[in-house]
């Protein structure tokens, strides 16, 4: 039997950083919906949006995000650095959050 060799990868007309920016670009987006469009898993997508989020000064674009929400006490975690959804409310201690929304907005 011949040896194969590597595997050769699926050709891409684009990376998924930039699938991912022209998606949010499109419409803003949980991590979710961004792993269920692109295809990888939701924890994926938090290190891709991080370089993103870096790497777009250069492009006069920033990285909006609208912030996780207590869905029991209405707490806004407006002050929140990480791009991952909080595990618990500091307020009321709920578990119940929603997830931060994801677009891509020209810097002004």
Same mark, same amino acid.
């Given at each position: ?22 998606? +949010?670009?499109?419409? !803003?987006?949980?991590? #979710?919906?961004?792993?269920? %469009?692109?295809?990888?898993? @939701?924890?994926?997508?938090? $290190? ?14 920033? +990285?909006?995000?609208? !912030?996780?929400?207590? #869905?029991?006490?209405?707490? %806004?975690?407006?002050?929140? @650095?990480?791009?991952?959804? $909080? ?18 907005? !020209?810097?002004?």
């Amino acid at each position: 039997m011949k040896d194969k060799g590597p595997p050769i990868p699926a050709e891409r007309s684009a990376t998924l950083r930039q699938q991912m920016m022209e998606l +949010l670009t499109q419409q !803003p987006m949980t991590a #979710r919906e961004i792993s269920m %469009a692109l295809g990888i898993s @939701e924890k994926q997508v938090f $290190p891709h949006l991080e370089h993103i989020q870096q790497s777009l000064h250069r492009q006069n674009r920033a +990285l909006h995000i609208t !912030p996780p929400v207590c #869905r029991h006490c209405g707490f %806004a975690f407006t002050k929140r @650095e990480r791009l991952k959804k $909080p595990g618990k409310c500091p307020a009321c201690r709920c578990e119940s959050i929603e997830e931060p929304v994801f677009s891509l907005l !020209p810097e002004c």
